[in-house]
């Protein structure tokens, strides 16, 4: 019987091709070893997407990396025919690009060999066009372990549309790029490819580069006697009252009649949180008219009494499944009433006591109201919300956009296609809006995906938080969870674009949604200790130091509030001390250190 073999079996098959490129893995190994100091500050990342289409590509981000003629200055060199299909050079305006044709299959596209580490980080870009219509094109690699769904972008015709990507990949070996697309109808037009190799300690370093920028300010002390003379050799040591950035826990009704519950959560300097279920719909109107809303002004009291800021979740959610049955069973005229009735009464109730709404919740994945009210339905929930609480910011709320490269319906561009269609809608054009990306993972994070995920929302320049943030149980045993919390968190915490983190912890007696912090006594677990790490790591631990001969003392300071303390053996008291606040980099971008003086 006669088999037809694929280029990876093809390769596999072949001892000296094996051998050949084992060699290559062995020297590649060696040079990253040999450079691995100088690397590791080399290379920096850039966060550079776009959603326009436009009328020319831009170049290959790094050159291309590792792709061999990425801007197809060299005619078809590097690159072949993957599937059936027929590729060709075109010229258009003096720009370059390769085009499959005469497709008949999804995968029929073209293709390139390469070979993949498994401990590096890839970044994956490229522009792509089709001859009609808007298609879903998506960028797979065929590798020794199976197919590596890198991401996906809508192509559209007569304009580029840039594709950003990443991967990681399950073992070292060759692989071969590829383009696919449901519609095989089309034709594929591809410039500007890259791809990128990172490796760890250079991953890690962009990860350090962008907190030092964007999450911590340098902090010059200077302390001064009542004459106004510098104070040399004293000991100044900081202390961190509030943490800037805003990081905190879902919460649930639990939480009031538990002590345990309740001292484990406000011993922790959690500065964000919001209710896992008492501020949504089937919670509030369980029955029609009988509106009850005890247990979110408790959770909200509670909040207000220990300092922590509320979001509100969620005024409205597609999911059927999640619809109270007197909802479900009313005419699309009742239904259109009693949703009004819905959004006015929450918003109207907590205006001005939340910092946030999720207005419609997984409206990519789900669509209950809008098959019932039309296909505007979200945007006109989103101009009815404006109207009774425009301070807020009026967030989507969805899952798999940053967690799963495989989910066509959440994909980054499909996302904000969603949001442009909410915000074109009339009377919507001064919306404020959000991303709000839940952050569910139930795979191990690949943190090259997520990162280029985010820098495609962030070119909107819309406020991006993570909301629902956890890690499945089933990834592991409770380190193995805990590892991966822990990766995810430091990306999502170091990413400029990212304004704030919430987990999806909230504790019941029957155990949390996917993740729990801590157990039935409230010992921490595995990830309760990597959250507790962290926000040490984030600021809250004090800092000591001694100033200078002029009686300076500098430091990097997380931004937020602080308590500095000054003790020298000529001052009249025990200490000097001052609160400040190290605030944001926009507001000191003509200032960049901050100068305290500390007078006796």
């Not at 094996?18 to 990342?45: D, K, Q, R």
């Not at 085009?99 to 070979?115: C, E, G, M, W, Y």
């Not at 605030?583 to 007078?599: A, G, I, K, R």
Request: glycine letters at 6%; charged letters at 20%.
């Amino acid at each position: 019987m006669h088999r037809s073999y694929s280029r990876i079996d093809w390769f596999l098959l072949n001892p000296g091709l094996v051998a050949t490129y084992n060699m290559l893995l062995l020297l590649l190994s060696f040079c990253t070893l040999l450079f691995e100091g100088f690397e590791a500050n080399a290379l920096t990342y850039d966060h550079a997407a776009t959603v326009e289409c436009l009328s020319n590509p831009h170049k290959a981000q790094y050159g291309g990396g590792i792709i061999i003629n990425p801007e197809l200055n060299e005619g078809l060199k590097g690159w072949s025919t993957f599937g059936n299909a027929k590729i060709k050079e075109r010229v258009s305006g003096g720009n370059k690009f390769i085009v499959a044709h005469t497709r008949n299959h999804p995968h029929d596209s073209i293709s390139q060999k390469l070979f993949l580490e498994k401990d590096k980080l890839y970044t994956f870009s490229a522009w792509l066009q089709v001859s009609d219509g808007n298609v879903a094109v998506n960028a797979v690699f065929n590798t020794t372990t199976g197919f590596k769904h890198a991401g996906t972008v809508t192509a559209k015709t007569n304009c580029w549309s840039m594709l950003k990507a990443g991967l990681t990949v399950n073992a070292s070996g060759p692989a071969e790029l590829y383009f696919e697309s449901k519609n095989a109808s089309v034709e594929i037009w591809v410039d500007s490819i890259s791809l990128q190799p990172f490796t760890q300690e250079q991953w890690k370093s962009h990860q350090v580069e962008s907190i030092e920028k964007t999450r911590k300010r340098k902090v010059r002390i200077h302390a001064v006697d009542e004459q106004g003379n510098p104070i040399s050799n004293a000991t100044v040591s900081f202390e961190q009252k509030k943490l800037s950035f805003p990081f905190g826990s879902a919460i649930n009704k639990n939480i009031l009649t538990n002590t345990a519950y309740r001292n484990w959560f406000t011993s922790r300097p959690f500065t964000v949180t919001v209710f896992e279920n008492e501020m949504k719909w089937y919670a509030n109107e369980p029955s029609p008219g009988q509106e009850t809303y005890a247990d979110a002004d408790a959770l909200l009291q509670f909040a207000k009494q220990h300092g922590i800021r509320v979001r509100g979740h969620t005024v409205l959610w597609e999911d059927p499944q999640m619809i109270q049955g007197w909802v479900s069973s009313l005419s699309p005229s009742d239904l259109a009433k009693a949703v009004d009735k819905r959004i006015n009464s929450v918003m109207s109730k907590y205006r001005g006591q939340v910092i946030g709404w999720d207005v419609v919740n997984e409206n990519l994945h789900h669509s209950f109201f809008e098959d019932k009210l039309g296909t505007t339905a979200s945007a006109r929930f989103y101009r009815r919300a404006q109207t009774i609480d425009g301070t807020c910011t009026l967030f989507m709320n969805e899952y798999n956009t940053i967690e799963d490269s495989r989910d066509w319906s959440s994909k980054p561009d499909k996302y904000l296609q969603k949001l442009k269609d909410i915000r074109g809608f009339p009377g919507n054009g001064n919306l404020r809006l959000g991303i709000g990306l839940q952050g569910h993972f139930s795979y191990p994070p690949d943190l090259s995906y997520v990162r280029a995920s985010i820098d495609t929302l962030a070119s909107t320049g819309l406020s991006i938080w993570i909301t629902e943030l956890d890690v499945k149980n089933t990834v592991g045993d409770q380190q193995t969870q805990a590892r991966y919390l822990e990766q995810i968190l430091r990306e999502l915490h170091a990413h400029p674009k990212v304004n704030g983190i919430m987990l999806w912890t909230a504790w019941s007696p029957g155990g949390c949604y996917r993740m729990c912090l801590t157990d039935n006594n409230f010992n921490n677990l595995a990830t309760g200790n990597v959250v507790d790490k962290l926000m040490r790591e984030w600021g809250s631990r004090p800092m000591v130091g001694t100033t200078d001969a002029d009686g300076y003392f500098e430091a990097s300071l997380f931004l937020g509030d602080y308590e500095v303390k000054i003790s020298h053996p000529t001052l009249p008291s025990s200490y000097l001390s001052q609160r400040f606040e190290v605030s944001s980099q926009d507001t000191f971008l003509e200032q960049p250190t901050l100068v305290v003086q500390v007078s006796a």
